[in-house]
């Protein structure tokens, strides 16, 4: 599959979290290590190489020319014991010959006879005072070297410092504000890196198009609605309730819509509402979904059958412990413990039973269904996820339809594959998926566009709104016309 430019904005946005972690890490390990860093200062002093023969012009040039060639050399000299030895001994430094070596640099620039010494110490002033005496003594070395062996004249070439070393201000390092820079840039290509490479390794379904993709790939069912993501979604339930005409509540009117087009011939009364593992949404769906199916007059019941982790009660504000199990034990019949929800009916779970798949196998569980089916236009049945217990299979012969949740970012490819194979082996039709807590922004990129719907002011408010004051006080038989949200309002009285 080919990404455009867009694609990977969209892989970067979804692991911005991570990106921002690693630079945020990164950005403060630099700093923090820049800051209690011991300072270092560096004193540099400079001294220019010359011959002391020649008199003519010719003379003067080839010396030239000599000493340009031999300066390079002279660099590699400065870190020499011949050099180092002498200074420890007088300065008498807390270091070695070669502890001190490792603390000088000398350069020679191209074209240059200047030799650069800079000394790197933690203290400016000792600094300063380390590198005018390795150029004091330097300076003897080279001399010794190039006078001629056997001689007692002194050495064709002479070095003089032509700039002492002086007292350091300010540390030359650590640059905070570099150092800073640097760990931001590093640790943002990192956590780019990071973010990309955990995309790379994630299988989950990020979006309906990608669980569309992979329900495709295996024949599986259509996509019937995405449920985008809610923060408000654990402390209003019913999502019709909390904003009706908001997100939420219109993927749930949309997969109430593409419900009556699965099975045309035989439309599914009773519709169980399952997902692959737990924490997936499938209980948030199966009460949006009954009171969606309320909304246009139906008479709809939900049933909470998943008698492992039951929430629906606790959701609803409804008793839990008077329910499925108290009727299927026969203490209590259906009707007498149907509790209301508002606008459908809950029959919740009751007491938690030691073998749920044997309840919920069982020829009562069968009959049970078949009775609120009857009574019931819509049951909607919140079951237990496929993969971990064999419960929603069990009930396969009381069910004409299942729906299968899976939840942005958790749920992965190959579980949903795994669910769907679960139950196509009950013989029991799939009516579709349903994506849930799915990106808002990622699902209206997808598509194209977003927007908000909000339900339109009453027209003859509108009307009354908009035309002039001056035509209701005009006379009667006289003609009046206004414009009012673009539509020509036109109106004639009679004497």
Request: with cysteine; aromatic share 4%.
């Amino acid at each position: 599959m080919t990404l455009d430019f867009r694609d990977y904005l969209r892989v970067l946005s979804r692991r911005w979290r991570v990106i921002a972690v690693v630079t945020l890490l990164g950005t403060a390990a630099a700093t923090t290590a820049s800051v209690l860093a011991p300072p270092e200062f560096r004193a540099t002093a400079t001294l220019f190489v010359s011959l002391q023969d020649g008199d003519n012009t010719s003379q003067l040039y080839q010396g030239n020319s000599f000493t340009q060639a031999r300066v390079q050399s002279y660099a590699e000299v400065a870190a020499s014991p011949k050099v180092t030895k002498p200074v420890v001994e007088s300065l008498r430094l807390d270091m070695t010959p070669a502890q001190l070596a490792a603390r000088i640099t000398a350069e020679a620039p191209v074209n240059t006879v200047l030799v650069r010494l800079t000394v790197t110490d933690n203290r400016a002033a000792r600094a300063a005072r380390i590198s005018n005496a390795v150029a004091e003594h330097f300076a003897k070395v080279i001399m010794e070297l190039e006078r001629p062996e056997g001689k007692k004249s002194s050495s064709p070439v002479r070095l003089t410092v032509t700039q002492p070393a002086s007292v350091p201000s300010a540390p030359a390092s650590p640059n905070i504000v570099l150092n800073a820079t640097l760990g931001l840039a590093v640790s943002l290509i990192l956590g780019m890196g990071l973010g990309a490479a955990l995309e790379t390794l994630d299988t989950s379904v990020r979006d309906s198009k990608a669980l569309s993709e992979c329900l495709a790939a295996v024949g599986g069912p259509p996509v019937l609605s995405s449920i985008v993501q809610d923060p408000r979604a654990s402390r209003h339930a019913v999502a019709l309730r909390d904003n009706t005409h908001g997100s939420r509540a219109e993927g749930f009117r949309k997969l109430r819509v593409n419900l009556q087009f699965t099975e045309v011939d035989q439309r599914p009364k009773v519709i169980a509402v399952t997902s692959p593992l737990p924490r997936e949404g499938k209980s948030s769906v199966s009460v949006n979904l009954a009171a969606t199916l309320a909304e246009e007059g139906a008479k709809v019941c939900l049933i909470d059958c998943d008698l492992r982790r039951p929430s629906i009660a606790q959701a609803l504000g409804l008793v839990r412990d008077a329910g499925l199990t108290t009727a299927l034990v026969g203490q209590a019949e259906p009707h007498q413990l149907l509790q209301s929800a508002g606008s459908f009916s809950v029959l919740t779970s009751g007491m938690i039973p030691p073998d749920p798949t044997r309840l919920l196998g069982s020829a009562q569980f069968g009959s049970l269904l078949r009775a609120l089916a009857e009574e019931f236009d819509h049951v909607v049945v919140d079951t237990p996820p496929v993969l971990p217990f064999a419960d929603t299979a069990a009930m396969a012969p009381a069910i004409d339809g299942y729906l299968l949740v899976a939840r942005a970012g958790r749920t992965s490819r190959s579980q949903v594959v795994d669910a769907l194979r679960v139950l196509e082996r009950v013989d029991v039709p799939v009516l579709g998926a349903v994506m849930n807590a799915a990106p808002a922004r990622g699902e209206a990129d997808g598509y194209g566009y977003a927007y908000t719907y909000r339900p339109k002011q009453n027209r003859s408010a509108r009307l009354t709104a908009r035309v002039p004051s001056r035509l209701a006080t005009a006379a009667p038989g006289e003609g009046r016309t206004a414009e009012a949200n673009g539509t020509l309002v036109s109106a004639k009285t009679r004497p």
